[in-house]
């Protein structure tokens, strides 16, 4: 099977591209480095000339409602314009568990593009997948002793595991399937706390809690699944271990 995958050089699309090649599939990387824009539609349609399936993983970090909205609508209307114009069979999307109890701007967009899968011209599956075990790692990348923590509760998941859940699914069209978590509850602060001392990083962490509905939804339960779901079997912990032997090996 060739396969595209959009956004296939960021922090899950590698592994879907690894993973499609592990099982011995064709990988075709939809990214600018690839000649690809996902937002005006450049090289798309040349790019999937011969493609069975997509998975789309791209993403923006939109805080603001009209700029995610604007991305995830124009990318998803771009793949399954030019995905229908080269005979694609399939378009397997990621999304996130919680987005309808948590209206912020991010959330609001990947709900866009949900839309659009789901009433497309191509048949199409959705997984939704919890926060990834490297979410709070970019809070802590940023200038200044001080790192503000939003407070959540959350099933952390190793991208490893959901890159290899999207590459089972690409085989046939399944709608809205079941979401993929990790295999444990954690806080976000006691996350964020973990990752500050495997990474040797003294920054004073500061857990606040969103104002409003958004924030008790976080801290509430709201991006847990709701039902059943499939069960990623890589620990937080593992990821912790990981980590550490990664800030190690460059010292």
Same mark, same amino acid.
């Given at each position: ?13 590698? /592994? ?9 599939? *064709? ?6 480095? @690839?000649?690809? =824009? ?37 990318? @998803?209307?771009?793949?399954? =314009? ?17 987005? =309808?109890?948590? *209206? ?20 199409? @599956?959705?997984?939704?997948? @919890? ?6 790692? %970019? ?33 046939? +069209?399944?709608?809205?399937?079941? %979401?993929?978590?990790? %295999? ?48 990623? +079997?890589?620990?937080?912990?593992? /990821?912790?271990? =990981? ?9």
């Amino acid at each position: 099977m060739r396969v595209a995958v959009a956004g296939g050089t960021g922090a899950v699309g590698r /592994h879907v591209v690894a993973e499609l090649e592990r099982t011995g599939q *064709d990988a075709v990387v939809l990214s600018r480095s @690839t000649g690809v =824009d996902l937002t005006t539609g450049a090289g798309l349609a040349e790019r999937l000339k011969g493609c069975d399936a997509i998975i789309d993983v791209s993403n923006r970090v939109a805080l603001r409602e009209k700029a995610a909205v604007e991305f995830f609508g124009t990318v @998803t209307r771009n793949l399954l =314009d030019a995905g229908v114009r080269a005979g694609v069979g399939h378009l397997v999307a990621l999304s996130i568990v919680g987005l =309808d109890e948590v *209206d912020t701007g991010y959330y609001k967009g990947k709900r866009k593009q949900e839309e659009l899968v789901g009433g497309g011209p191509l048949p199409w @599956t959705i997984l939704r997948a @919890t926060q990834f075990h490297e979410f709070a790692e %970019p809070l802590l990348d940023g200038r200044g002793p001080f790192v503000v923590v939003p407070k959540m509760l959350c099933r952390p998941v190793a991208t490893l595991d959901v890159a290899a859940r999207l590459v089972e699914l690409v085989e046939r +069209p399944g709608g809205l399937v079941q %979401p993929i978590a990790g %295999p444990a509850e954690w806080r976000m602060e006691e996350m964020a706390k973990r990752i500050a001392r495997a990474r040797g990083d003294r920054k004073v962490l500061i857990p606040v809690q969103l104002p409003g509905r958004v924030g008790r939804a976080m801290t509430g339960g709201a991006l847990l699944p709701q039902g059943p779901f499939s069960e990623a +079997p890589r620990t937080f912990e593992e /990821h912790l271990a =990981d980590l550490e032997a990664r800030v190690s090996s460059r010292r």
